[in-house]
């Protein structure tokens, strides 16, 4: 080998090495409020093993029924869910509709006028 190409070889091999250092750790996550105790989707982990909880739709949890240790069966409420999210929906559907309905009465009356 010459020394032209010896000296590329070692840089190409020193370009390779340089890449093989440790990656830098991942930034700390944001830590989560206090007030959540637990989060989770269908799923608690509870004293005994793993309980599903089926709630009809997702949601933040507003009001907690009942108190540790007490006895509930089938059908029990445990949790309240805020609706908030589901009243703001359906009235924003309302003015939805409501306007809809102006269009479409806007619409029948410039409709009579062209024919």
Same mark, same amino acid.
């Given at each position: 080998? !010459? !020394? %032209?190409?010896?000296?590329?070889?070692?840089? $190409? #091999?020193? @370009?390779?090495?340089? =890449?093989?250092? +440790?990656?830098?750790? %991942? %930034?700390?996550?944001?830590?989560?409020?206090?007030?959540?105790?637990?989060? &989770?989707? =269908?799923? /608690?982990? /509870?004293? #005994? #093993?793993?309980?599903?909880?089926?709630? %009809?739709?997702?949601?933040? /949890?507003?009001? /907690?029924? #009942?108190?540790? =240790?007490?006895?509930? +069966? *089938? =059908?029990?409420?445990?949790?309240?869910?805020? !609706?908030?999210? &589901? !009243?703001? $929906?359906?009235? &924003?559907? @309302? @003015?939805?509709?409501? @306007? *809809?309905?102006?269009?479409?009465?806007?619409?029948?009356?410039?409709?009579? *006028?062209? +024919?």
């Amino acid at each position: 080998m !010459t !020394t %032209p190409s010896r000296l590329v070889s070692a840089l $190409a #091999g020193l @370009a390779l090495l340089a =890449g093989c250092g +440790k990656a830098p750790p %991942p %930034p700390p996550a944001a830590p989560m409020e206090a007030r959540f105790a637990a989060i &989770a989707r =269908g799923r /608690v982990d /509870v004293e #005994g #093993g793993l309980v599903h909880v089926a709630a %009809p739709r997702e949601g933040v /949890v507003s009001r /907690v029924e #009942g108190a540790p =240790g007490d006895s509930v +069966k *089938a =059908g029990d409420v445990l949790f309240a869910l805020d !609706t908030a999210q &589901a !009243t703001m $929906a359906r009235d &924003a559907a @309302a @003015a939805d509709l409501e @306007a *809809a309905k102006a269009q479409v009465q806007l619409l029948r009356s410039k409709l009579d *006028a062209l +024919k």
